[in-house]
């Protein structure tokens, strides 16, 4: 595997390929000679079957976990050799194998940011978007928000948010983005400097978002005030003389 890697960042993709597909040939010849060996010795079968159990799936678990890596790498050779197709295709194996891995495992996740990473160079901004928030929730769940996995993503959301003209969610994407590579990198590191100049590129664009308010109607001023009311009738001074007083 590493091997393979290595000829994937030295651009020799046909070979990354040909040494990936030998490897998963030889792993799984290994994994094959393992379980017809481990069949051979089952003597004491049924002392301790619940053990027993919990191991054969742990070993399923991992098996499955370097499958999908297996996947996610050989659809990055195709990727960088512009063979998006191919590539698209070897996510969606890598997905269809990570959704059946445990919830809390990590690796859920790389198939569905690999997956949106196609999508987004196919300028499908708002799939692009729907498979990066997917990844970004498995992400924030297993290893939490001050990751550097999971900033990956916040920038990743912050570029599709950006494309599709919905600016604040830009802004907030990459600024946390922005703080956990400023904490864990610092200022100097090329993600940090990538994301402080998305941020800055961002800030320059005028907000989706207005503030309307409705035109105040004029308040009837009181008739008293205005004087429009009417004169107020005055009594005559004194009254009339006996008034209030019983009759004899």
């Excluded at 940090?192 to 978002?209: C, G, H, W």
């Excluded at 009417?230 to 008034?243: F, L, T, Y």
Aim: with cysteine; aromatic share 10%; hydrophobic share 40%.
């Amino acid at each position: 595997m590493w091997q393979a890697l290595l000829h994937h960042n030295a651009a020799r993709y046909k070979a990354a390929v040909e040494t990936y597909l030998q490897a998963l040939n030889t792993w799984t010849a290994i994994m094959a000679e393992e379980a017809g060996g481990g069949a051979g010795g089952a003597g004491d079968e049924g002392l301790d079957g619940e053990g027993d159990g919990k191991k054969e799936q742990a070993a399923v678990e991992i098996d499955k976990a370097l499958l999908l890596y297996f996947y996610v790498a050989l659809g990055g050779v195709y990727e960088s050799a512009g063979l998006e197709e191919l590539a698209l295709a070897c996510f969606c194996e890598g997905k269809i194998v990570g959704d059946k891995l445990s919830s809390s495992a990590p690796e859920c996740a790389l198939a569905y940011a690999a997956i949106g990473g196609i999508f987004f160079h196919l300028e499908q901004y708002q799939v692009a978007l729907n498979f990066f928030d997917k990844a970004l929730g498995i992400r924030e769940e297993t290893v939490g928000e001050m990751h550097m996995d999971t900033a990956l993503l916040y920038n990743n959301l912050g570029c599709c948010y950006d494309l599709l003209n919905r600016v604040t969610e830009a802004v907030e994407s990459f600024q946390k983005a922005k703080d956990v590579f400023s904490y864990e990198y610092g200022l100097t590191h090329p993600r940090t400097a990538a994301v402080l100049r998305n941020l800055s590129r961002i800030r320059q664009r005028k907000l989706d978002f207005s503030i309307k308010f409705d035109v105040r109607k004029p308040t009837p001023c009181p008739a008293v005030l205005a004087g429009g009311g009417g004169k107020k009738k005055k009594g005559k001074k004194g009254g009339k003389k006996g008034k209030g007083k019983k009759k004899k």
